[in-house]
């Protein structure tokens, strides 16, 4: 692997460290991993569908095939860190669909108007049939996600996730699962360098062998106590720009930004 890092399983408070309680839901997650590499991508923009009227708030939404949140944009080297909390939700199959749907949540740097790198880290979910798993990752894209294996996530847990880069290639990636009282850090270092261009509180339909996989009812995800560290100070998502997620022509989530927190609902079917 082109990375090097360190991973550092840290205990908080007079929690225990587990293995996942579920045996069957961890074998689900091993298996659909091992089906291919799944990879937080860069957004995917596109251009309004037709079937959005034009006017007030369709001018200050843009489009994706992949990303729904808010993103800051600035010049280069301007973000070093972000960070935001939200409570893990219980994703559904959209109405009509069967087998496995998935998602993530994440925060990050760059991905949007610089492209060649991704420093972020979340969780990302699957839910087929009755069964639902959970995994919380890093990436430093190019390279794929990452497993902070071990580390449970559950539905109803609160999570912080936090960025932080210290150059433009290297940098460090922490969850607190506020729930369990467990943290778990990566350090990291990359050749692709970042441009800090970019800050990003994003739900997205992630890919796996070179596609999106099919895309999960997650309900509604909550970015609180979000912000992002500049070298002059903490700058919050208000005015960040807005990012919808649109496939088969039809926008299937609905963003919002304020001043410490971000909101992504999914709207489809």
């Given at each position: 692997m082109l990375f090097s890092g360190l991973l550092l399983q840290l205990l908080v408070a007079t929690a225990a460290f587990s293995i996942p309680t579920s045996r069957e839901r961890?074998?689900?997650?091993?298996?659909?991993?091992?089906?291919?590499?799944?990879?937080?991508?860069?957004?995917?923009v596109v251009t309004?569908?037709?079937?959005?009227a034009n006017g007030t708030d369709a001018a200050q939404i843009s489009y994706s095939t992949n990303w729904a949140g808010a993103v800051l944009v600035s010049g280069a080297n301007t973000y070093k860190s972000v960070t935001g909390t939200f409570v893990v939700p219980t994703p559904r199959e959209p109405s009509g669909g069967s087998g496995a749907h998935s998602g993530a949540i994440w925060v990050g740097i760059d991905g949007d108007?610089?492209?060649?790198?991704?420093?972020?880290?979340g969780i990302d979910y699957t839910v087929n049939g009755g069964s639902v798993s959970y995994s919380a990752w890093w990436e430093w894209y190019p390279d794929a996600m990452h497993s902070?294996?071990?580390?449970?996530?559950?539905?109803?847990?609160?999570?912080?996730?936090?960025?932080?880069?210290?150059?433009?290639?290297?940098?460090?990636?922490?969850?607190?699962?506020w729930s369990t009282g467990l943290e778990v850090v990566a350090e990291l270092g990359y050749p692709y360098a970042l441009c800090g261009e970019n800050a990003e509180w994003i739900v997205e339909d992630y890919s796996v062998n070179?596609?999106?996989?099919?895309?999960?009812?997650?309900?509604?995800?909550?970015f609180t106590d979000a912000s992002a560290e500049t070298g002059s100070g903490s700058v919050s998502p208000a005015g960040a720009t807005i990012f919808d997620i649109v496939a088969n022509g039809a926008v299937i989530t609905s963003a919002s930004a304020g001043s410490s927190s971000v909101t992504v609902s999914y709207t489809g079917p």
């Open positions: 961890h074998a689900e997650r091993l298996a659909r991993r091992a089906a291919g590499d799944p990879i937080s991508i860069p957004n995917q309004r569908p037709a079937s959005i108007t610089c492209q060649t790198a991704i420093l972020q880290t902070f294996d071990g580390f449970v996530v559950r539905a109803g847990d609160t999570i912080t996730a936090t960025v932080t880069a210290t150059s433009s290639t290297s940098g460090t990636a922490s969850i607190t699962n070179g596609g999106l996989v099919p895309f999960a009812n997650f309900g509604t995800v909550t």
